[in-house]
């Protein structure tokens, strides 16, 4: 099937998402913080995933716990969606630029959570957004997701473009790993399970 819906509710958020690996990049997303719906927004297009997000948390204090547990639920619809992984390519990468600013995403659906997140802001907020937020949504997806990523902004002067180009990066290499490789029918992996 390759879908999932994931509701997560606790004290400081109530999110509920739907994710659909086999999409065509469509995206309904109303998080109560506009830069992480456009930063969603982007996942889906460029990872040809359709995806639903709607979220309410406890804004009045900060977006730190609405923007974590938001990369925690898509991470458990991930890992739910892409199930076993057998004949999948496992591997994605992709480099993406906007303007001046170039980013790079590698990611291995390994079963293990690992993540390496290399990006130099050129300042602190876009907008209202605080970028350290950034990380804490791909900790919280890798986390759940059980998947080794790499995200690297590699140049960049504006923090939008940064942003932009390490999501759009990050569907990409999403999209990468889950593709059918029409050469592998199991798990590829010589353990025989990820």
Do not use: C, W
């Given at each position: 099937?390759?879908?999932?819906?994931?509701?997560?509710?606790?004290?400081?958020?109530?999110?509920?998402?739907?994710l659909?690996?086999?999409?065509?990049?469509?995206?309904?997303?109303?998080?109560?913080?506009?830069f992480?719906?456009?930063?969603?927004?982007?996942?889906?297009?460029?990872?040809?995933?359709?995806?639903?997000?709607?979220?309410?948390?406890?804004?009045?204090?900060?977006?730190?716990?609405?923007?974590?547990?938001?990369?925690?639920?898509?991470?458990?619809?991930?890992?739910?969606?892409a199930?076993?992984?057998?004949?999948?390519?496992?591997?994605?990468?992709?480099?993406?630029?906007?303007?001046?600013?170039?980013?790079?995403?590698?990611?291995?659906?390994?079963?293990?959570?690992?993540?390496?997140?290399?990006?130099?802001?050129?300042?602190?907020?876009?907008?209202?957004?605080?970028?350290?937020?950034?990380?804490?949504?791909?900790?919280?997806?890798?986390?759940?997701?059980?998947?080794?990523?790499?995200?690297?902004?590699?140049?960049?002067?504006?923090?939008?473009?940064?942003?932009?180009?390490?999501?759009?990066?990050?569907?990409?290499?999403?999209?990468?790993?889950?593709?059918?490789d029409?050469?592998?029918k199991?798990v590829?992996?010589?353990?025989?399970?990820?």
């Amino acid at each position: 099937m390759r879908k999932a819906e994931i509701i997560r509710d606790t004290k400081e958020t109530k999110i509920r998402v739907k994710l659909d690996l086999n999409g065509k990049g469509r995206a309904t997303i109303e998080t109560g913080v506009p830069f992480l719906d456009h930063m969603l927004e982007q996942i889906a297009r460029h990872g040809a995933f359709d995806l639903e997000v709607s979220a309410k948390g406890d804004l009045h204090i900060d977006a730190h716990h609405t923007v974590e547990d938001i990369g925690i639920a898509l991470g458990q619809a991930f890992a739910k969606a892409a199930g076993d992984k057998k004949g999948v390519r496992r591997y994605g990468h992709a480099y993406v630029p906007l303007d001046e600013a170039l980013s790079r995403a590698v990611v291995d659906l390994s079963g293990r959570p690992g993540l390496e997140y290399h990006v130099d802001f050129a300042r602190a907020r876009i907008g209202e957004f605080d970028v350290d937020l950034i990380h804490e949504f791909f900790q919280g997806f890798v986390n759940h997701a059980q998947v080794t990523l790499h995200v690297d902004n590699l140049k960049g002067a504006n923090a939008h473009h940064q942003a932009e180009t390490a999501f759009k990066a990050f569907g990409r290499a999403l999209r990468m790993a889950v593709e059918a490789d029409p050469r592998v029918k199991d798990v590829p992996s010589t353990k025989g399970s990820l």
